[in-house]
Structures are given as structure tokens and as C-alpha cells.
């Protein structure tokens, strides 16, 4: 059983296509169309290459850190979604895609474009990746596109870029930064009854900032919340008492920990061996002494979780735990 519980966990850890496959499905499903998901009934023809151009251009300037995703097939009307589908035999091969994008827009835009298949009928997806580069913008003249002209994608629309845009890309994001610096969510220290997840917290306003109080909450990809858990320290295990001050002009990145209980892998349907095959959404909120809030949101989150954290979900299965926290 112990062979079998440590292939599933490297399963888990190197091998998350199965997870982005059900990722996929869900956005079909559910998703709405926003700043790194987009709808479109047919394939860019080459009289609509400048759309795909300029459609490709604002995913990526999108200040979505995870992938953007445009799916091909799918008409998006306010009555309802209709999936139609594309003809596979008329699919386009990605790297004519890749040509016109790479010829025309810099620095190079990581994309893919590839059939999906969805309830019998064929898809296609562009995925947009690694977009750490920004701003992206057209780098030559390109039908009525001028050189250095750049759109980003705002909610479900694509826009000019301006100032603010550009502020935020060099760095300025505003006075105070919170960030998640990984998606997975690792329940490992059942001794301490803590989970730990990677983050940036960046002051760059010209005071001291002291957090008092933080928590991360967990939802589902309908927005139902799941579980909440409290911050109990940033490197270290403080509990509830957790504070953090921050100098002015100055950014912290480090695990932070948060309580997790036996309890938790309920309702976050995590098995017997600790795999959470669910995608989640995951909000982290801080407030200061000033009762200032700061939030971050992250839509592709993964749970694992080990140790003791797993006795209750094993005993409702009947399968019996040895523990090592007592």
C-alpha cells in the first residue's frame, strides 16, 4: 500500500494533466468569460488574423498571473452558451498561429493551440502560458496596427493599454502586494495542525505596515466556499496571535501557514492517500491595524495532504491509521 500511496503522490506532484483536463471541462461548463477566459464560435481565418493578433496580445498583458485559455467552438450568447464545435478536419495547425504571433508581437508569447474534446464534439483551446514578460505589444507595422501598440484583456473586453497599465507591469501594483507564489496547498504538518502555501507580501508605500489578522479561504468553481483557515505565521508557527510588520518600501516572500484540521479533507474531497484531484479557488485576505483589507485570488489551486491530517477520512472508509502525533 505504501508503494501504491507514493506513485500517486508523484502522480500528483509531476504529472497534473488529468487535473487541467477536468480544468478545461469546468471552464466549459461554468466559466464566464473574464480577463483569462474567452469564447469564440469559429477558428481566426486569415482575413481575421488581426483579431487573433490583438486577442492573443491582451490574454497575455492580462494581469491573471496562472493560464488564459480561449476556447474555439463555443458561441457565448447572454441567453445561454451554445457549444458547436469545429470541424476537425478543418483544424487549424497551431504553427501557422504561431507564426503570425511570433512575426509580429514582442517579446515571444508563450501559446499552444490544440483539439479538445468535449462530449463528442471537437473544441479548440489556446492556452497562454508563462505570460512574466509583459508588456506585450506589436513590434512592426501589421495591417492598421502601428508599432508599439498594445491591448490588454479587462474583464471580458479587451482595451488600450494606458498609464496605470504600464505602472502596474513595471512594479507599482498598488501600495500594498499580496501574492500566492505556488498553486498547491500542502497539508503536511499535522503536528503543528498547519497547512503551507508559498507568498509575496510587498509594502511599498512609504509607512510601516503591521498585518494583525490573515486567512485563506477555499471554494469551489461555483464560488461555494469550502473551508476557511486562519494564518498562524509567515516562516514560522505563531497561532492565532500572528502579526507581521513590514518597513516601508520593503517585500517579504516565505511559506506562510495556516490552520488545517482532520476535518478539512471532507469537504475538500481529498482521499484516503492525501490527493485532492478537485481544482479549487483560493483567496488569501490580510488586514492591517488600520482595518485596511488586501486580497489575492488564485483559480487553479491544488490540496495535498498527509500525515494525521487523513485518520478521520481512512476511519470512514475503515481503513486503519497508525498516528504519529500521539
Known sequence: MSIIREVIKKLFFWDLRCIKVNKLSELIQYGYECEYLD????????DKHLDLVVDIMAMANSRHDG?????????????GRIIKGIDPTEFVDSSNYTQIIHDTVEPEIHFEYFKYEYEGITLGVFRIFGTDNKPYMIK??????HEGFCKIRKGSMNA????????????????????????????????EECASIEVLIANNTERPLTIIRGLLIITNSEGVELTEHRVYGLENIVGADFKLSLPPKS???GQLYVRFGSSDPFPLNIDEYGIG????????????ARKNEYSYKLTDGHVFA??????????SKGIKHKFRTH
Open 39 to 46: 469564447f469564440k464560435e469559429k477558428q481566426y481565418a486569415k
Open 67 to 79: 493560464d488564459k485559455y480561449i476556447i474555439i467552438g463555443i458561441k457565448d450568447l447572454p441567453e
Open 140 to 145: 512592426r507595422k501589421y495591417e492598421k496596427l
Open 160 to 191: 488600450n493599454a494606458k498609464r496605470s497599465d504600464f505602472d502596474y507591469i513595471y512594479g507599482n501594483k498598488g501600495e500594498v502586494e499580496v501574492k500566492l507564489q505556488e498553486s498547491i496547498l500542502h497539508a503536511v504538518h499535522d503536528r
Open 251 to 253: 517585500e517579504v516572500v
Open 277 to 288: 484531484l478537485d481544482v479549487y479557488n483560493f483567496e488569501v485576505i490580510f488586514w492591517d
Open 306 to 315: 498527509d500525515g494525521d491530517f487523513l485518520w478521520k477520512v481512512k476511519e
